[in-house]
């Protein structure tokens, strides 16, 4: 088995009591020593100040930080300034997405100046050259607004073309799906770091909820056992501590460059899967 890398991922926090919450979660995840810590943004770019805020933060602890940067809503301009500021305070990677829409918003709705992630990833390299890592999204299930696999897989190389350096997935529990896409990326000649999104199970209504948004598909025997469980919460964190730890074993054992954790601001579901894994503090 090779050596494991791994990252975490947070949402800006909306309360004080979520910021301190978020760095009690931050301060046991750095005592593993990720590569870094990723800070999502809201639809529409709707939590711009707080990402770069948490951002910010992380980093003056010594830790690594990548913030997300989407370009739905935003126009050249913004997005100047924003690569500006960050590399000013010598951020170097950063997670490019096209970002969600926010409620209102038709497919095409977007107000800013580019449409899609590999516009926004070539602006980038003409704007600030190598200076930033640059992670694009994969979806190894398909994106939910992609017309077919094959035009989802033209989609990721595009992004790749115009200078991502790396992949992160959305999470998914289907270990073969992940390799596939893999496979079929390296087909056209895509052979950056895909590395796979991994979503801890805690909670079965917030997980069909969310993967219902996402286009993430719950393997039946999955979703079926964790509903038999109903509102015992001790049963489905157990089980899904076993079904996400077998789903990284066999991720690592098949070659996938590293994890990426979406904690969803809380640090004990992923520490469970990575002491299992065998990485501890």
């Known amino acids: 088995?090779?050596?494991?890398?791994?990252?975490?991922?947070?949402?800006?926090?909306?309360?004080?009591?979520?910021?301190?919450?978020?760095?009690?979660?931050?301060?046991?995840?750095?005592?593993?020593?990720?590569?870094?810590?990723?800070?999502?943004?809201?639809?529409?770019?709707?939590?711009?100040?707080?990402?770069?805020?948490?951002?910010?933060?992380?980093?003056?602890?010594?830790?690594?930080?990548?913030?997300?940067?989407?370009?739905?809503?935003?126009?050249?301009?913004?997005?100047?300034?924003?690569?500006?500021?960050?590399?000013?305070?010598?951020?170097?990677?950063?997670?490019?997405?096209?970002?969600d829409l926010p409620s209102g918003y038709g497919a095409a709705g977007s107000s800013g100046q580019f449409s899609y992630a590999n516009e926004l990833i070539e602006f980038i390299r003409a704007q600030t050259g190598d200076w930033f890592h640059i992670e694009a999204a994969a979806y190894p299930e398909m994106h939910p607004q992609a017309k077919s696999p094959q035009d989802d897989l033209q989609?990721?190389?595009?992004?790749?073309?115009?200078?991502?350096?790396?992949?992160i997935t959305q999470y998914f529990y289907n270990a073969d799906a992940y390799f596939r896409f893999v496979d079929e990326a390296k087909k056209i000649g895509i052979t950056v770091p895909v590395v796979a999104g991994i979503m801890p199970i805690t909670n079965y209504t917030q997980l069909m909820r969310f993967s219902e948004m996402c286009g993430a598909e719950i393997p039946r025997w999955v979703r079926l056992k964790l509903a038999s469980f109903g509102d015992d919460t001790a049963a489905i964190r157990e089980f899904g501590l076993d079904v996400v730890t077998q789903l990284c074993e066999r991720l690592i054992q098949g070659g996938a460059p590293g994890l990426h954790f979406y904690t969803l601001n809380q640090a004990v579901p992923s520490m469970a899967i990575l002491q299992r894994l065998g990485v501890s503090a």
Do not use: W
């Not at 009690?24 to 990402?51: D, E, M, N």
């Not at 809503?73 to 500006?84: A, W, Y």
């Open 1 to 99: 088995m090779h050596e494991i890398t791994f990252s975490f991922e947070f949402f800006p926090p909306k309360t004080p009591e979520g910021v301190e919450k978020l760095r009690i979660a931050r301060a046991k995840l750095a005592a593993l020593k990720p590569g870094y810590f990723s800070v999502t943004f809201g639809a529409g770019g709707s939590t711009q100040s707080g990402t770069r805020d948490t951002v910010f933060e992380i980093q003056r602890e010594g830790l690594n930080a990548a913030p997300h940067l989407s370009c739905v809503g935003r126009s050249r301009e913004d997005l100047r300034l924003i690569l500006e500021e960050y590399k000013s305070h010598g951020i170097r990677q950063l997670v490019a997405l096209r970002g």
């Open 155 to 167: 989609n990721f190389a595009r992004k790749i073309h115009a200078g991502a350096n790396s992949a």
